[in-house]
C-alpha cells in the first residue's frame, strides 16, 4: 500500500546540515521556541549495496504546505522498495512524529512487513497533547522503535550528517539533563496501564489520612480497575496534566471490543472520587454500554464540602454506579493485585480505620 504521496516530495534529499543549523534544530530544549520544522537525518541498511538513486542516508525536512518530513521520506522511499529486500531504516528527528504522520508511518510498516524502523528523537512534539501520545503508542505498536537522542546519538549525527569541516561537537549546556527529561516523558507515554504500582506510590497516594505531615506532596488520582469476563483483565492509570485517570479508564475499556451481549463487572479502586464532570463521564459511559456494571471503592472524597462534587457523587449513586469507601479489606486487596509487593503483607498505617469511618459517614450523608 502506498502511502499518501505527496506532489513536492519527489525532491531528492540533503546530504549535510550546516553546524548552526544542526545545532539550533536539535538542542533538546524542554521548551523549543521558534523551531517550528522537524529535520530528519536517515539511514537506510539492506541485504544488497546501495544504488546511485538510493542513497543510504541523506536528510528531509519540513515542506511547504505541511508536507511533514516523515512522509516526505516515505514517499521517496515508497518508490524505490525492492520486492523481498529486508529494510532496516533509522531516523533522527530534531521533532518526534505529530498524531497525523504517525498514523500513516504506522500503516505503512503495517503494510510493509520487510521494513524494521527505529525512531531517535531529539524533543517530543507536543507530548501533553493526548493525540501525540497516542500515536506514539501506535508506532510502538506498528514494531517501530522509538528513543530519545543521547548525546552519542547526537554526536554520530554531527559527525554522519553535519557538515562540520573537522571541528568536533560541542555540546550544549544541560544536553545530557534535556535528555533524562525527555526519556521519563516518553517513558510516561509508554507506560503499559497494566504495570502494577510501586511500594511507594501505593503508601503515599492511597493512604486515607486527612492531613499530610512534612514533606508535604500532591496527592494525585490513580484508578486501579478489575474487568470480570472470560478472562480476568487489571489496570492502573494516573492522572496527567490535562487528561484524568477516569478519560483514560474509559478509552481503554473502550477499545477492548468487547462482546455486547456478555455482562461484565467492572471493579475500579480510586485515590480520590471522580470530580464532577469525570462522574458524568462514567455515567455516560455506563449508560451507553449495557453490559457494563461499574462498581467504585474510593480512599478519599474529592472536594466533598462543595456543591457541584456533591451532586457528581449523588449523580453516580442515582444512576445504580455504587460508590463506597474503602476500608482496610480493600486496601489489603489492592496491595496484593495492584501493587509490586516483593512478596511482602500489607501494612496498615496508623488510624486507617478511623479515617475510613469518618470518609464514610461523610460519603453517608453526602447520598442521603
Partial sequence: ?????????????????????????????????????????????????????????????????????????????????????????????????????????????????????RILASRLYFSKKLENREGLHRLSQARAEVKIMSLKDFEYCWENFVNHEEKPFQPWMNLDKNSEGWNAELKNIHRNPRDLLTEGIFYQQFNNKHKLKKPYYKRKTYLCYELN???LVKGCFHYEEGHHAESQFIEEIGSMGLDQGRLYFITCYFTWSPCHSCARKLVSFVKGNSHLCLKIYTSRLYYHWIWKYIQGLQHLQNSDVPVTVMTDREFEYCWTNFVDNKGMPFEPWEKLDSYSKNIEERLKRILE
Fill in 229 to 231: 469476563g472470560p478472562q
Fill in 1 to 117: 500500500t502506498a502511502p499518501r504521496l505527496l506532489p513536492s516530495a519527489h525532491r531528492k534529499p540533503m546530504k549535510t546540515l550546516c553546524p548552526d543549523t544542526f545545532t539550533f534544530e536539535f538542542e533538546n530544549l524542554p521548551e523549543a521556541y521558534g523551531r517550528n520544522s522537524t529535520y530528519l537525518c536517515f539511514e537506510v541498511k539492506t541485504n544488497t549495496l546501495p544504488s546511485p538513486d538510493f542513497p543510504d542516508s541523506g536528510i528531509f525536512q519540513n515542506q511547504k504546505h505541511r508536507h511533514h518530513a516523515e512522509l516526505v521520506f516515505l514517499a521517496w522511499f515508497f518508490k524505490r522498495l525492492r520486492l523481498g529486500e529486508c529494510y532496516q531504516v533509522t531516523w533522527y528527528v530534531s521533532w518526534s512524529p505529530c498524531s497525523r504522520c504517525a498514523d500513516q508511518v504506522a500503516n505503512f510498516l503495517k503494510s510493509h512487513g520487510t521494513v524494521r524502523l
